[in-house]
T-cell receptor
Framework: TQLLEQSPQFLSIQEGENLTVYCNSSSVFSSLQWYRQEPGEGPVLLVTVVTGGEVKKLKRLTFQFGDARKDSSLHITAAQPGDTGLYLC??????????????FGQGTILTVHP | EPEVTQTPSHQVTQMGQEVILRCVPISNHLYFYWYRQILGQKVEFLVS????????KSEIFDDQFSVERPDGSNFTLKIRSTKLEDSAMYFC???????????FGSGTRLTVV
């Protein structure tokens, strides 16, 4: 069974601060995705990373996939109150009998105070 | 922006009753999924559906669960005899051949009393 561990589980910061969320596994994943989930809503896909060492930027968000494809990070620069929410990482393995099942981490609840 | 639509948004049912959760995936998507999220826990995979058949299922997806794509647009999850522990948010998702379009619906909150 593949597991994804996210840390920290809770993050409370002031507006303007930087933060990093980590997603780690002992297993290799073909790709990792990051989602944001609002209360009462479904996860919304932010980014997919597929190549070891890949870095993707989405405005103030920077996503990195580890060289060994076992870990990923999400870095937010100059956080804003609008960044508040639940951030989830999810891994996928291609091939074999897999048809796209995602394995999710437990999530990081981010609160950005004005 | 194309959406995955789920109905109802909330469902309360008595233990032992059957429930059907409905989903309309994005029209040109080929792979369909159900996930659930028990309050305070991880999002868990239930089942994937491709080419009109179940392609993969988790240990959670036992004989009480079934899925159908009856008319080429709807995708349903049926729980035959609900238990208290089935109370959760149920998410439908769909994607095209690539992973870049993986899209989740807003979920159905199922409460079994």
């Amino acid at each position: 069974t593949q597991l994804l561990e996210q840390s920290p589980q809770f993050l409370s910061i002031q507006e303007g601060e930087n933060l990093t969320v980590y997603c780690n596994s002992s297993s290799v994943f073909s790709s990792l995705q990051w989602y944001r989930q609002e209360p009462g809503e479904g996860p919304v896909l932010l980014v997919t990373v597929v190549t070891g060492g890949e870095v993707k930027k989405l405005k103030r968000l920077t996503f990195q996939f580890g060289d060994a494809r076992k870990d990923s990070s999400l870095h937010i620069t100059a956080a804003q109150p609008g960044d508040t929410g639940l951030y989830l990482c999810a891994g996928y393995n291609a091939g074999g009998t897999s048809y796209g099942k995602l394995t999710f981490g437990q999530g990081t609840i981010l609160t950005v105070h004005p | 922006e194309p959406e995955v639509t789920q109905t109802p948004s909330h469902q309360v049912t008595q233990m032992g009753q059957e429930v059907i959760l409905r989903c309309v995936p994005i029209s040109n998507h080929l792979y369909f999924y159900w996930y659930r999220q028990i309050l305070g826990q991880k999002v868990e995979f239930l089942v994937s559906f491709y080419n009109n058949e179940i392609s993969e299922k988790s240990e959670i997806f036992d004989d009480q669960f079934s899925v159908e794509r009856p008319d080429g647009s709807n995708f349903t999850l049926k729980i035959r005899s609900t238990k208290l522990e089935d109370s959760a948010m149920y998410f439908c998702a769909s994607r095209p051949t690539t992973f870049y379009g993986y899209t989740f619906g807003s979920g159905t909150r199922l409460t079994v009393v």
